[in-house]
């Protein structure tokens, strides 16, 4: 008969390498679901840009908050700086509507280049 503490430290082993399995595929798995991420904040933003441009922006909800769907940081930081400018424009930083539209109009350009480089390039290009 085996003994029974060796029984139960062997179930516990197989538990273990259970639960690290179930870790590495969650892992592998929401990184593939981080993109769609990516994708829904690119697809905001070229929406945005080919309907309206930084040039002359007339922020949309999704707009603005395209940064919070973005998972990889530079993508999250750009997008988030278009947004401070497109909803600084209306308020004038130190009064400086221009500013503004330029602060948004740089960020945009480093936008189109992460979602770019991200795979998401514009759809209308």
Avoid: H
Avoid at 33 to 47: H, I, V
Avoid at 56 to 79: F, G
């Amino acid at each position: 008969m085996r003994n029974p503490r060796r029984v139960v430290n062997i179930a516990l082993i197989v538990i273990a390498i259970l639960a690290v399995g179930a870790g590495v595929i969650a892992a592998t798995s929401s990184g593939r679901s981080s993109q769609s991420g990516n994708a829904q904040a690119c697809n905001a933003f070229w929406t945005w840009d080919d309907v309206t441009g930084a040039t002359a922006p007339a922020p949309t909800a999704a707009v603005l908050t395209a940064y919070q769907k973005a998972t990889t940081q530079p993508l999250i930081d750009d997008l988030y700086n278009v947004s401070l400018g497109l909803r600084d424009q209306g308020k004038g930083l130190n009064g400086n509507k221009a500013a503004n539209a330029a602060f948004a109009q740089q960020y945009a350009s480093k936008a189109e280049t992460d979602c770019t480089n991200a795979g998401y390039p514009d759809p209308a290009t």
